[in-house]
């Protein structure tokens, strides 16, 4: 059968199928597909929707989009009221506030009705005139989809190296730009994982190829003005669990490479960026279950490490020594504290800490003589560092935020303990904090572990069992929903909606033991603990069952799709976004992006044991016959985390299975990847969808 006949075919088909009638969703066609793996028999009728260059798959997405375009198109003025109010929220001109780096203040700005950033510098002196040295609303025109992951400036000032996406895979292209000329070298480098670190010859890159898995297991040496061809291969990682990511040393001393198991750094290699000819060389030599990562500091490598130390601790090891004996205590080991972070400064270190899953940030001397935390006001809040290119400094420049409190950007002196507020984040058209409230609670789940709650909602709610509540979660790798200040969040809460975050075993909100009860055999205890965070809001008076919503985005929305099978009656609608759905699928084909190096997170399902866990939560393999939730079900056809056809064929699925009316939709990208519209004003189209989604289901 030629392309133009299977074409016309497949167009006729679903014209069947679909057409006539607004209110009947599409229906996927079913292809049986049977595996036997181990003791178990896999049925699958939607296999076939993994086939990115099929006309019949491409039909069926688009059928899916008009679908749920026109489910939407009887609220179409609550969703352009939601866009409006959240454009409206963001300041029109915005600048960032400078990082002085080699003389010269970096910065980025928005001008007034544009969706990217144009990237900036002035020298450090008054009166500097400003440099434009990259306008990336140039670079996206013309395109549906653009992101500049890295930007890295020779020491020297004179070129910058700059990473593009241009489809949402997460494959980037290189490219150099003379900043006296502004010419652009014809020196691209494709297939890249978007970072670049400069030798300190002023003349050589470094960065990472990508494998057909999208895994960076390569680090290549590239001279400007020589042909990409001639490129030198420096390291290569053959161990196919573990990713690549390269950075510099804040002395500028060192190139450093993480050698990575996921989220975890396993071994850092380094070579000095005075020689860039030089080879790396392993700080400490890998050992299982050991993580580090490391900087440089006059004679040492400082160390946050967790060997002896579940939480981590924090070392230095003198330059040249070898071995774990030779290494240095500096801030030890404490059960009940998470270090999570450090900042190296001539006369300090700055430890981010997390303790009761609260932020803690630490100033210690190097010499002992100081050693204090800084305090916060509220309840619940987060705070980071803003960088702080600078060692020589005694200024830590830090951002503080909370539900209720936009992010404040400060200088903080740490000699003097004086703090000055250098930019608070700009919600245009006013904004009241103290019409809003934040608190925290803690919920003990089923096996009696404690999880905490962050909540906001407007000031005069009352628990009564008549709000409507989101709760936010994710539960995975490690990673963490802090409690941030989101201005597109406003809308939810001036209509009476509660939100909440539960911080659910998976993330390390509370520790490395609260990742690890998370994660593989464990991995149940995140749905266990979103469902009695829900059960126990429901019973606080929060919300109540009929007004209650869940989301999650990523392995957050495989948190949505256990939570379902689980508990169908428990939510009034869930919102899924790029779900994670058919672990089981997925984490048996090794070729696919990310799989080998999630086998730690997961499992790998070529080892029974880990195979029947898996299978017993996948939500892919575990719909039945019953009712479901309203469901909202986003997706990326270009993305390169989750593939387009996991929350695709877990719609089609549903579609088959469920036993209730309410409305299930699927609204697939096909322009985006796993992050969505890039842009700073098309990602609240995607929002704006999602709670006009919420505020109609309360209506129904």
Same mark, same amino acid.
């Given at each position: ?196 670190? /400069? ?127 030779? /290494? ?80 404040? !950007? ?43 709650v962050s909540i906001v909602y407007k000031k005069g709610f009352k628990k ?69 965070c829900a059960k126990a809001l429901i019973k606080q008076g929060y919300t ?41 699928? !997925? ?62 064929? /877990? ?38 969808m999602e709670y006009a989604f919420l505020i109609t289901q309360i209506e129904?």
């Amino acid at each position: 059968m030629n392309v133009c006949r299977f074409l016309l075919i497949s167009i006729l088909t679903f014209s069947v199928v679909y057409a006539g009638s607004d209110l009947h969703p599409p229906k996927a066609e079913k292809k049986l597909t049977e595996s036997v793996i181990f003791d178990k028999k896999i049925i699958d009728n939607y296999d076939w929707l993994d086939d990115k260059e099929s006309p019949t798959v491409i039909n069926y997405l688009n059928a899916e989009n008009e679908y749920c375009s026109k489910y939407f198109s009887n609220y179409e003025s609550l969703q352009e009221s939601l866009f409006s109010e959240m454009k409206r929220r963001v300041k029109p001109q915005e600048e960032g506030l400078p990082l002085i780096k080699n003389g010269y203040g970096y910065y980025s700005r928005y001008e007034s009705g544009k969706e990217y950033r144009i990237f900036c510098r002035k020298k450090d002196s008054a009166g500097a005139s400003e440099e434009i040295i990259l306008d990336v609303n140039k670079i996206a025109e013309g395109k549906k989809y653009c992101v500049v992951a890295d930007r890295a400036v020779s020491s020297d000032n004179k070129l910058m190296a700059y990473a593009v996406d241009t489809i949402g895979k997460r494959k980037h292209i290189i490219y150099i730009k003379n900043l006296e000329t502004g010419s652009i070298y014809n020196e691209t480098i494709s297939n890249t994982n978007g970072k670049i670190v /400069w030798g300190n010859d002023n003349k050589t890159i470094y960065y990472l190829l990508k494998d057909s898995t999208l895994r960076a297991s390569r680090v290549f040496r590239h001279t400007t003005g020589d042909d990409i061809s001639a490129d030198s291969m420096i390291y290569f990682e053959k161990d196919k669990t573990l990713d690549l990511q390269i950075a510099k040393s804040k002395s500028g001393q060192f190139i450093l490479l993480n050698v990575m198991n996921g989220q975890r750094t396993v071994e850092v290699r380094y070579l000095n960026a005075d020689f860039p000819k030089d080879t790396f060389k392993a700080i400490e030599p890998r050992a299982k279950n050991i993580e580090y990562s490391a900087d440089h500091f006059g004679t040492d490598f400082i160390i946050r490490t967790n060997y002896n130390a579940v939480n981590f601790r924090v070392v230095k090891m003198a330059l040249g020594s070898t071995g774990k004996s030779s /290494w240095i205590e500096v801030v030890p080991h404490r059960d009940d504290v998470f270090i999570e972070a450090f900042e190296i400064f001539k006369n300090f270190l700055v430890i981010n800490e997390r303790k009761d899953g609260l932020m803690q940030m630490r100033v210690k001397s190097w010499n002992n003589d100081t050693d204090y935390y800084l305090s916060f006001p509220e309840k619940t809040f987060y705070t980071s560092f803003a960088g702080n290119p600078e060692i020589n400094s005694n200024l830590l420049r830090y951002t503080y935020t909370s539900l209720t409190t936009p992010r404040m !950007t400060y200088d903080f002196d740490m000699n003097t303990k004086e703090q000055k507020l250098l930019k608070e984040e700009a919600v245009a058209g006013g904004y009241d904090k103290s019409q809003y409230e934040c608190d925290r609670i803690t919920v003990t789940a089923r096996d009696g572990a404690k999880v905490p709650v962050s909540i906001v909602y407007k000031k005069g709610f009352k628990k009564n069992w008549k709000a409507p509540m989101l709760i936010h979660s994710y539960g995975a790798y490690g990673a963490m929903l802090n409690p941030v200040f989101r201005s597109e969040r406003i809308s939810l809460l001036d209509r009476g909606f509660v939100f909440a975050i539960a911080h659910v075993r998976g993330g390390e909100d509370l520790g490395r033991k609260w990742y690890d009860g998370g994660r593989m055999f464990n991995k149940k205890n995140t749905f266990n603990d979103y469902i009695d965070c829900a059960k126990a809001l429901i019973k606080q008076g929060y919300t109540s069952g009929d007004r209650l919503f869940g989301k999650g985005e990523s392995a957050g929305g495989l948190l949505m799709g256990a939570v379902a099978n689980a508990e169908p009656d428990l939510f009034k609608g869930l919102i899924a976004c790029v779900p994670f759905m058919n672990v089981i699928h !997925t984490m048996l084909d090794s070729t696919l992006p990310l799989v080998t190096f999630e086998y730690e997170e997961w499992g790998n399902p070529a080892k029974k044991e880990e195979f029947d866990y898996m299978f017993s939560y996948s939500p892919y393999e575990n719909i039945k016959k019953q009712k479901y939730p309203s469901m909202l079900v986003t997706g990326g056809f270009h993305d390169s985390q989750v593939p387009y056809w996991d929350p695709a064929k /877990w719609v089609a699925k549903l579609r088959e299975m469920k036993m209730d009316e309410n409305p299930l939709l699927l609204n697939m990208d096909m322009s985006s990847g796993h992050d969505g519209s890039s842009g700073r004003y098309n990602k609240y189209k995607a929002i704006a969808m999602e709670y006009a989604f919420l505020i109609t289901q309360i209506e129904h």
